[in-house]
């Protein structure tokens, strides 16, 4: 059928897909990490000292281990405090 289907051409397609896929319209910021786990934890500490969940709506939005033992996480917050 005329489904391309080596590495490079998939990737191009995802990048493709990617790039048409809505922005998000909410008015949180998104920031994703992948850390080693103790350095994950870091992470989100620091960021709820940085932006305490209180004023920022600080959360942790969605979280996994990678194969390789890394954790992936999305932290979700407020540009700004009122």
Same mark, same amino acid.
């Given at each position: 059928? @005329?489904?391309? %289907?080596?590495?490079? $051409?998939?990737?191009?397609?995802?990048?493709?897909?990617? +790039?048409?896929?809505?922005?998000?319209? =909410?008015?949180? +910021?998104?920031?994703?990490?992948?850390?080693?786990? !103790? $350095?994950?934890?870091?992470?989100? %500490? !620091? *960021?709820?000292?940085?932006?305490?969940?209180?004023?920022? *709506?600080? !959360?942790?939005?969605?979280? +996994? !281990?990678?194969? =390789? @033992?890394?954790? $992936?996480?999305? *932290? %979700?917050?407020?540009?700004?405090? =009122?």
């Amino acid at each position: 059928m @005329g489904v391309k %289907r080596i590495p490079a $051409e998939l990737a191009e397609r995802a990048a493709k897909a990617l +790039r048409r896929r809505p922005a998000r319209t =909410d008015a949180f +910021r998104h920031e994703t990490f992948a850390l080693p786990r !103790e $350095e994950a934890r870091v992470k989100a %500490r !620091e *960021m709820f000292r940085l932006y305490p969940k209180p004023a920022y *709506m600080t !959360e942790i939005e969605s979280w +996994r !281990e990678l194969p =390789d @033992g890394r954790i $992936e996480f999305t *932290m %979700r917050r407020l540009p700004t405090a =009122d």
